[in-house]
């Protein structure tokens, strides 16, 4: 063969396989044999029942794609109410802390304010005790003072009273029985 042919070295069988395949195949031609080649077509039945299936498949296609396409959606759905429902709670969490830590705050603002008052009772009592003991021991020293002092007025009158009689004389004191004598 010379290199300047169509169908170069070899590449003459594809091309008679290929011319063979467009008139009829191996053995038909267009002789009687073809009549096996027109019942491979396809006839208005097959083709309806060809579309059908395929609008069938779209169909499915398009009822698979909405679901998941709906899923996807109930999906985000629950997750954004999870989501939020998450951030209630951790609000009400956070307020129901203020809460606590108010109470405890006015707690111990109370307790404190109850502190200070019983310190502040137990210095008044300390301080009414000393005054009690104080007034009791001042009665006490008045007492005692005015006790002295009749004491030394008593000691003073007695003193006078000798100091009279030595100034006197010597002095008798007459009995009742002998100034009833001398009256009569």
Do not use: H
Not at 124 to 152: G, V
């Amino acid at each position: 063969m010379d290199n300047g042919s169509a169908f170069g070295e070899g590449s003459w069988i594809f091309g008679l396989i290929v011319l063979l395949g467009l008139f009829g195949g191996f053995g038909g031609g267009f002789g009687a044999g073809n009549n096996a080649n027109v019942a491979a077509y396809a006839t208005m039945a097959d083709v309806n029942a060809a579309i059908n299936n395929q609008s069938t498949q779209q169909a499915l296609g398009a009822i698979q794609l909405s679901s998941a396409n709906n899923n996807y959606e109930t999906a985000q759905l629950i997750s954004n109410q999870n989501l939020q429902m998450m951030q209630q709670s951790n609000s009400d969490l956070i307020n129901a802390i203020q809460g606590f830590n108010t109470v405890t705050n006015s707690l111990n603002t109370g307790f404190a304010a109850v502190n200070q008052n019983i310190s502040n009772l137990g210095y008044k009592m300390e301080e009414c005790c000393c005054s009690i003991k104080t007034m009791l021991l001042e009665n006490r020293l008045q007492d005692t003072q005015i006790a002295l002092q009749n004491a030394q007025n008593i000691s003073v009158n007695a003193e006078q009273s000798q100091y009279i009689l030595s100034q006197l004389g010597s002095f008798v004191p007459k009995s009742a029985a002998t100034a009833a004598l001398t009256a009569r």
